[in-house]
């Protein structure tokens, strides 16, 4: 533990030492690559610098605070918690931890750095149409409480994908756990890096450090502590992410003279809009994409996700999980309502000179750091608090997957894929090496990342393609069955190639600039100074048309997940009967969603003459919600 104090609190001082290169860097960028006026530019510069603070030793010890608990918590469950000595121990905390702590890192683990920065960019640069994902948060409840969750509580099994097992075959399983595997190492990844990279241009804390730091941290009291550690410290980071976000609202509305004038900036601009009814499918926001293919995407997250299944099963009772479903809903709509809140405080400020345009900074996702450092930085760690904020984000969503991808490793790779027996003594020491090993191996793949800058948003869309595959895998198996193994793998292979297409096929379009995004109005007209330069690169690139992409290609990312579900179940349904149904005789009825049960239960009471359907479905049906 010590050791590990040592190591981040050097790493911390070794970014003080980066802030004054830095400032040389950002407060005099490099003009001359376009004849105008460089010395003009340089002189305003000067004199009325992008930053008006940077980091300070208060906010370095108040992020440094943050992470010493983090530390703490993962000491204590490895240390006097109850000794974790079989996998299930160090998986699924014992299945003997508590409703609401359950409940705050299941939504902690959805929240990432990136969303926080992201959603309030989201909401100053495309208005609040997006916010209407709040209500995906509600329709996914119920779906889950009472289609998927009956099935994972009675089978209790540690890989979630050891069910398509046992409903298809072990080829489904490994390709189902392999996509997660993949999807979550790459996902982790830059879900550290890309916000590290924003904090960087702005706060001048350096990337490598802050990535590092997350990593170190990360890496110890999750692979100390096991599922226990992970879901306490989601907890206590959660309190930090949400007294961060709270703090920037409150004091930002208190500053513009209060919520009503931030509220109406917002709404005199056209930025509040949440029922554009457009049913067009390429257009990127409207309420059918936010609200049907929102739902899409959280059933996933909910349903097929081995890290949410793996924390609904560290409660005793279906009843805890779904109280802890319904307090996690509520609070993702409260994070994302405050998200937007910071957004309309971000345009609020930035109304009359948008940074971007203006060539202050180079992304969106800089808009909220360049906020805190300029309008309360000078308040000693405030700036620190909100760096904790994000980097506890950052903690819960490589804690839930180093936690996740151990558990499919031991599961699906090591007994199912090559048969080697761990014993149950041994299954938290084989679980703890293998955490660590994926979170090195995420650590190391961030520097890949950073050499393929291309990959960013790949990887992001890359979970919403993978993620519909899975639901319609899982779909296919507890709602129809008839399905058969060959038409489950031929479902998921061809509208996994299917999906893959139209999103890779998107991002390279983006990338020609054949794809552009509709935004609300910004101004630039009350500037103290225009960075030339950048100004006139931005505006080049939003002009430089090179054709229209694709129809498919210009598909709504929101709509990838729905795809690859229904594209799934479609296929797989025709698929098998080609090649013959599965007899539901033969399924064991645990396999089932409670619907589908009750419906052949209803089918064999009104068919006693001896239809096929009744006949096989006699011997086996039960229900059991």
Request: glycine share 8%; proline share 3%; net charge neutral.
């Amino acid at each position: 533990m010590g050791q590990v104090v040592v190591i981040f609190l050097s790493l911390l001082v070794m970014s003080c030492s980066t802030n004054q290169q830095y400032q040389d860097i950002f407060l005099k960028p490099r003009l001359s690559t376009i004849n105008m006026n460089v010395e003009a530019e340089l002189t305003c510069l000067d004199n009325h610098p992008t930053l008006a603070n940077y980091f300070s030793w208060a906010d370095y010890v108040v992020l440094g605070a943050m992470l010493i608990i983090s530390c703490l918590i993962g000491t204590f469950y490895a240390c006097f918690s109850k000794k974790q000595q079989t996998s299930e121990d160090f998986l699924l905390g014992g299945s003997d931890m508590g409703t609401f702590p359950m409940a705050m890192s299941l939504a902690a683990s959805f929240i990432t750095a990136i969303e926080l920065l992201g959603n309030p960019a989201e909401m100053y640069e495309y208005g609040t149409q997006f916010w209407m994902i709040c209500l995906a948060f509600v329709l996914v409840v119920p779906i889950t409480s009472q289609l998927y969750l009956p099935v994972y509580m009675k089978l209790r099994l540690t890989s979630s994908y050891e069910y398509l097992n046992l409903r298809f075959n072990r080829h489904c399983r490994l390709l189902a756990s392999g996509l997660y595997m993949l999807q979550m190492i790459l996902y982790t990844s830059v879900a550290v890096y890309a916000p590290a990279l924003a904090l960087s241009h702005v706060t001048g804390l350096n990337t490598y450090v802050a990535v590092t730091l997350v990593y170190v941290v990360c890496i110890f009291y999750a692979s100390q502590g096991g599922m226990k550690a992970v879901i306490m410290t989601d907890t206590f980071q959660a309190a930090v992410l949400v007294g961060s976000l709270l703090l920037i609202v409150i004091w930002g509305a208190v500053k513009s003279g209060g919520m009503p004038i931030v509220w109406n900036d917002s709404r005199n601009t056209g930025r509040f809009e949440f029922f554009n009814m457009d049913a067009n499918p390429t257009v990127r926001h409207t309420f059918w994409s936010v609200v049907v293919g929102g739902t899409f995407y959280w059933t996933t997250m909910f349903c097929s996700n081995q890290a949410s299944v793996q924390k609904y099963l560290s409660v005793e009772s279906i009843s805890q999980v779904r109280k802890a479903l319904w307090v996690s809903s509520v609070g993702l709509i409260l994070i994302y309502t405050i998200n937007f809140l910071t957004g309309m405080v971000l345009y609020n400020a930035y109304k009359d000179c948008d940074p971007v345009r203006a060539g202050q900074i180079t992304d969106q996702d800089q808009l909220l750091p360049l906020y805190v450092m300029n309008f309360m930085g000078n308040a000693k760690g405030v700036p620190g608090f909100f760096v904790a904020g994000i980097f506890a984000a950052s903690l819960g969503t490589v804690a839930s997957a180093m936690n996740s991808l151990a558990a499919i490793t031991c599961e699906d790779v090591l007994q199912g894929l090559l048969k080697i027996d761990v014993p149950a003594s041994k299954g938290a020491v084989y679980a703890k090496w293998i955490s660590i090993f994926f979170g090195m191996l995420s650590f190391a793949l961030v520097f890949v990342v950073e050499r393929l800058g291309s990959i960013l948003q790949v990887a992001l869309s890359f979970n919403g393609m993978v993620g519909g595959v899975t639901l319609g895998l899982f779909s296919l198996g507890m709602f129809v069955p008839w399905a058969n193994a060959k038409g489950a793998m031929s479902g998921a292979i061809v509208s996994l190639i299917f999906v893959l297409w139209v999103g890779l096929g998107a991002q390279i379009s983006v990338l020609r600039g054949q794809i552009h995004l509709d935004s609300k109005p910004t101004s630039i007209d009350n500037c103290l100074c225009l960075n030339e330069t950048i100004a006139t690169i931005v505006l080049s690139a939003q002009s430089d048309e090179q054709g229209e992409a694709w129809f498919i290609y210009k598909i709504s990312y929101l709509w990838y997940s729905a795809i690859g579900c229904v594209g799934t179940m479609f296929i797989g349904i025709l698929v098998s009967y080609a090649t013959n149904f599965q007899n539901p005789a033969e399924l064991d009825p645990d396999l089932l969603s409670p619907p589908v049960r009750r419906f052949f239960s209803s089918t064999k009471t009104k068919s006693q003459s001896g239809h096929a359907l009744g006949d096989s479905c006699l011997s086996f049906l039960r229900i059991d919600d």
